[in-house]
Every structure is written in structure tokens, then in C-alpha cells.
């Protein structure tokens, strides 16, 4: 089913002033490749490799091969050695628009809620779905909680993923405007505001609805159990609304803030709607603060998004808010925050302290605070870099962690990088975080590009039920990658004696590596968005 390569590169491509680096297998350090036009069969480029060291957990031996002085727009291919030989790849100043474009739509085509016109949606066109009243779970009530996008490979809508999937989107708009256009295809297309604001803002309204009367917000809405491979205008499985949790109300408050912001300009109304929601849901996770966090009932078998910890959150919202109103009172409720328990920093779904530190640094004036939120921010930011620097061959920024969904913790850390990179300019920021765009496409020991649809070797099974449904893959999906753990049966029976980096099958039974998200698609959104430009 799958194809290694000998020599990995980013298989969607390079803009012409980037660095170009191949990976070359089971080759010594000074092997003669070359880089060919595959137009017109010409070399462009004649080198020997260069010896470099993969640290990484891919078990790989490998030397590199540095094509970056091939700057010339055109179609690629590297030879090296008797017969090795890459994948095709593209050198253009345009080689990431498309790619951004489609990482987008894929939030369009996972809208619930809504119809999706054939002339959207193309072959994942489906009638309305999960539009009836959602039961409040253990209570007797229903409430009306449609729109927002279906999660992942399955139909639930979640609370925590969902707020950082609207985190980086509106994350990239701040800081990339210019990246995004208003032709994306979307209903809202061609209506002068950016599509990206518009399909964050078919989740905001979504996530509207699902904050009760006292400011608390439900974690997410399921069926029971999920549904089976079908389209979700099929399904059956009747809806709850399940609980509030301490996580989902601190992350609403969180990102309603980030839109009073980003869409005051655009509209005033609802941006001072998502303010004055997000005063409620904070206050509302301050009434809460001694609860114990979010598990599932016995009897709900959908995702559970748990996490031990929400001082993450609860930090996260307090600078957001302070960030979006300049009001003092987030200066008070630092003092509130017990820096000390959140363990591992990141941008989630479970670990949002880097959304956090990022809202203090870019806020006008700082608040003043004792906590050292500036020292572990760069922390974490070095640490990516330097891991993907250590890691010279592939260049990933994890150690040796390949967890489930293991490829956003790669693109996270390339969106750590550049927000860094965006306080203060830093070029080995830049280009780490561009390391990571790579392995993504690529240049990874699994020789797969992780976006649906694209490179020559891309995932064509994807744990998606209208994939799997309709029998081919949604395009514009980034799947989850190796995830050491083995986390599913399929994973378990095809990967046992696999190094860790490779741990990965392109099968739509291993939802453990091969299952899509929002919040995966998002943050690649980001890195493809910063580097249009
Ligand atoms: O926190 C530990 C960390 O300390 C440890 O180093 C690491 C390796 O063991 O594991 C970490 O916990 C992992 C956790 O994610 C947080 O990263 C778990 O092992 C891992 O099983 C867990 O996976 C999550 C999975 O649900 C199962 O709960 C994924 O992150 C999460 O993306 C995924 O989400 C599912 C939804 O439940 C349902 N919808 C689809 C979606 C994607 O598969
Ligand atoms: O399809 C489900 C996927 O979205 C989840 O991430 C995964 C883990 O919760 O579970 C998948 O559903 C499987 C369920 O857990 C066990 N029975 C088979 C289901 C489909 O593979
Ligand atoms: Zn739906």
C-alpha cells in the first residue's frame, strides 16, 4: 500500500528562494546526485550529499542532499546514487496557495447543519444534517445547538477542539490578512470579508449555542455512540448536549475575546456579543474553579476530549480578554493563576498555554504580572527549534513523542515559531518552522505528503466517514501521522515492530494515524498562510 522512497522532499514543493533539502536513505555523505527538470529531461544541478545525522526516532541512516540553489520556477525530480530517485515536486512563488485554499474549504465541506450544495461541495455534497433539538444529557429539556463542523472523521461537535481550530484561524488572519482572499468557494465567497473570517465565524455561532444560561459551556454534542461509515445526512444516532466543562467554558471565553477583536471592525455587533459571552463564560469557570474536570458519563462512548488540567485555559482567556479590552481587572485575575500546575505547554487541543503567553506578548501594553510567561514561552519555542535542528535529516521538532495526531504537534510547533518570529523577527525561527511545512509534505520517514490530495504519495484512506462512505478521499485533509502508541487494532497488527517515526498506515480503519480533524487542518491553515507571503 505505501511507497518509500529513497530520497524524501517536501513532494507539493518550494518557492524559489526557500531552502531545499532532500533526505537521502542508506547513503555515505559525498553520493553524487543531481536535480532534473522533469520537462525537459535537462540536469539543473549537479552536488554530492552531505553527512548529517537523523537523532530522530526513524531508524533511518541517512545524508542530505542541500538542491537549494535551484531557484528556477519548474517541475523537479532528484536522482542520487545508482537508482534512487524522488518524487516529482514543484519550485513556483504560488506553490502554497492551493494548498492553503483546500485546507480551508475542508473546513467548509466538515459544516454541519447545512446543506452543501453540489456546487460547493462537489462529490461530498449532502443534504441538511444534525438539525433536530439535542437532548440535555441527565436533565429534561432539549436545546437547539446546530451548525459548527464536524469534529474529525466522526459527526461530534466538541467544545476544546473547536476553539482551537477558531484560535488559528483567526490567529493567521491577525497576522497574515494578505494571505487570504474571498474566492474560496464558500456560500460567503465574494461578500468582502475574508472566507477565512467567515468560516470561523460559522463555528463561533455554533459555539453560541452551546453555552447555557449561567455563562458555563456544554463540551460538546454526540450521539451516544458513533455512527457508522455514512454520510451525516444519514445518521441516526440521536443527539445529547452533554455537560458543561471547566475546559470548554475557559476556551469559549478564550476565543470569544480573540473575536471581539478580530471581527470588531467587520461587525461591531457581534463582536461585542462574543465579548460580553465570553465575560459570562469566564466568570462562569471562576464559579466553577473547584470542580473536578470533564469525564464521560458511562454510557457516552464519544470522544473525550480529557484533559486534568484547565489553568491552561482559564490563563488563556484572562490574556485574550486583557489582549481584546485592556481592562485591569485581567490584571487581578493573573495573580489568580497557579502557573506551576500546567505541566506541558503547547497549543492544544489540551495544552492552550501557548495561545496564552503568545496574548500577553502581542497585547499593547503588557499586563504587569510576576508570573514568567515571556521566559516559557521562548522555552517552548527553542526547544521546537532546536529538537528540528538536532533532528537534521527530516527536521522534526518531536523528540522522540510520536503521539496520536502527531503531525499537529509538528505544525503547532511550526506556528509557535513564527508567532515567535512575528514579536521579533528571528530567521532560525523561520526556518524550523518551515522544516516542519516540509516534513509535513514529505520529507518525513514515513516518505508520505499528510495532506489529502496532494504530493505523489498522499494518503488515499483516510478515517473519514464521507471518505469512506463515498469511497475516496476528501481532499485537503491532514491526517493524524505516525502515532507510536498503537492505538488501534489496525495499528497495532501492521506496525508492532516499526520505529517509532514511522509508526503510520495509510488504512481507514487505524483512526490512531490515519484520521483527519479541524484542529489538524487548522494550524497547517496557519503555516501555509504565513508562508504565502
Ligand atoms: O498526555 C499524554 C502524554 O503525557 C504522553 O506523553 C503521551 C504519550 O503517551 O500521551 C498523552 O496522552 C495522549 C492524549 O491524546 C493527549 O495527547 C493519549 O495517549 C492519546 O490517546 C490521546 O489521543 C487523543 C484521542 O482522541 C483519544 O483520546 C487525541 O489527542 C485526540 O486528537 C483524539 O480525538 C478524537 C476524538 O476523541 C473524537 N473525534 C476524533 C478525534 C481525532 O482522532
Ligand atoms: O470513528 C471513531 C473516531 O472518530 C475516534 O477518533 C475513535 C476513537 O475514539 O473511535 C472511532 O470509532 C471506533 C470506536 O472507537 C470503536 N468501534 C469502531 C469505531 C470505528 O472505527
Ligand atoms: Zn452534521
Avoid at 476556551?251 to 470588531?264: N, P, Q, S, T
Avoid at 464521507?466 to 505516525?482: E, T
Wanted: charged share 25%; glycine share 8%.
Amino acid at each position: 500500500m505505501s511507497r518509500t522512497a529513497q530520497i524524501n522532499l517536501n513532494q507539493i514543493g518550494y518557492r524559489p528562494g526557500d531552502e531545499k533539502r532532500a533526505t537521502v536513505r542508506c547513503a555515505e555523505a559525498g553520493t553524487a546526485f543531481c536535480v532534473i527538470n522533469t520537462e525537459t529531461g535537462k540536469i539543473v544541478f549537479e552536488g554530492v550529499t552531505d553527512h548529517c545525522s537523523e537523532r530522530g526516532s526513524s531508524g533511518d541512516s541517512v545524508c542530505y542532499a542541500d538542491l537549494s540553489s535551484v531557484s528556477t520556477p519548474g517541475r523537479y525530480k532528484v536522482l542520487a546514487g545508482k537508482d534512487m530517485e524522488s518524487f516529482e515536486f514543484v519550485i513556483s512563488d504560488d506553490v502554497y496557495d492551493r494548498p492553503l485554499k483546500d485546507s480551508l474549504k475542508m473546513l467548509y465541506l466538515q459544516r454541519c447543519g447545512t446543506k452543501l450544495p453540489e456546487e460547493y461541495a462537489g462529490d461530498f455534497a449532502h443534504k441538511v444534517c444534525h438539525t433536530e433539538m439535542a437532548k440535555i444529557y441527565g436533565k429534561t429539556g432539549y436545546m437547539e445547538v446546530s451548525g459548527g463542523w464536524h469534529d474529525a472523521g466522526d459527526y461530534g461537535r466538541y467544545t476544546v477542539p473547536g476553539a482551537k481550530a477558531i484560535a488559528d484561524l483567526l490567529l493567521a488572519y491577525e497576522l497574515f490578512p494578505d494571505s487570504f482572499d474571498d474566492d474560496c468557494k464558500i456560500p460567503e465567497s465574494g461578500n468582502g470579508i475574508a472566507d477565512v473570517l467567515d468560516e470561523a465565524r460559522f463555528e463561533l455561532e455554533w459555539l453560541h449555542k452551546m453555552q447555557f444560561s449561567d455563562g458555563s459551556v456544554s463540551h460538546k454534542v454526540t450521539g451516544l455512540d458513533f455512527d457508522g461509515f455514512i454520510m451525516p445526512d444519514e445518521c441516526t444516532e440521536k443527539m445529547y448536549v452533554l455537560p458543561a466543562s471547566k475546559t470548554a467554558t475557559a476556551d469559549f471565553a478564550a476565543v470569544m475575546y480573540m473575536a471581539g477583536r478580530v471581527y470588531k471592525d467587520i461587525d461591531e455587533a457581534f463582536s461585542a456579543r462574543c465579548i460580553s459571552a465570553a465575560d459570562r463564560a469566564l466568570q462562569a469557570y471562576i464559579d466553577h474553579r473547584g470542580d473536578d474536570e470533564y469525564t464521560n458519563p458511562a454510557d457516552v462512548l464519544t470522544g473525550e476530549y480529557r484533559d486534568e488540567c484547565s489553568e491552561d485555559e482559564y490563563l488563556w482567556a484572562i490574556c485574550e480578554g486583557y489582549r481584546t479590552t485592556a481592562d485591569k481587572r485581567f490584571e487581578s485575575l493573573l495573580d489568580t493563576v497557579d502557573l506551576s500546575v500546567i505541566k506541558n505547554d503547547g497549543f492544544g487541543w489540551d495544552d492552550m498555554s501557548g495561545y496564552a503567553y503568545y496574548a500577553y506578548l502581542a497585547a499593547d501594553t503588557p499586563m504587569k504580572t510576576e508570573l514568567d510567561l515571556k521566559g516559557r514561552f521562548y522555552k517552548m519555542c527553542d526547544n521546537a527549534m532546536n529538537t528540528s535542528f538536532y533532528n537534521e535529516a527530516y527536521g522534526s521538532s518531536l523528540a522522540d513523542d510520536y503521539a496520536w495526531g502527531s503531525n499537529m504537534y509538528i505544525a503547532n510547533n511550526g506556528m509557535a515559531l513564527l508567532l515567535a518570529s512575528s514579536l521579533e523577527y528571528n530567521k532560525d525561527y523561520e526556518l524550523a518552522a518551515k522544516r516542519q511545512l516540509d516534513y509535513i509534505f514529505g520529507n518525513n520517514p514515513c516518505s508520505y505528503c499528510f495532506l489529502t490530495g496532494y504530493g505523489t504519495n498522499a494518503p488515499l484512506n483516510p478515517h473519514h466517514r464521507p471518505s469512506v462512505a463515498l469511497g475516496k478521499p476528501m481532499k485537503g485533509m491532514l491526517v493524524g501521522g505516525a502515532d507510536s502508541f498503537l492505538e488501534d487494532d489496525c495499528a497495532k497488527e501492521a506496525l508492532s515492530q516499526t520505529p517509532k517515526a514511522k509508526c503510520y498506515i495509510d488504512c481507514s480503519e487505524s483512526y490512531s494515524c490515519n484520521e483527519i480533524t479541524i484542529y489538524w487542518n487548522s494550524p497547517l491553515v496557519f503555516l501555509l498562510a504565513g508562508f504565502k507571503r
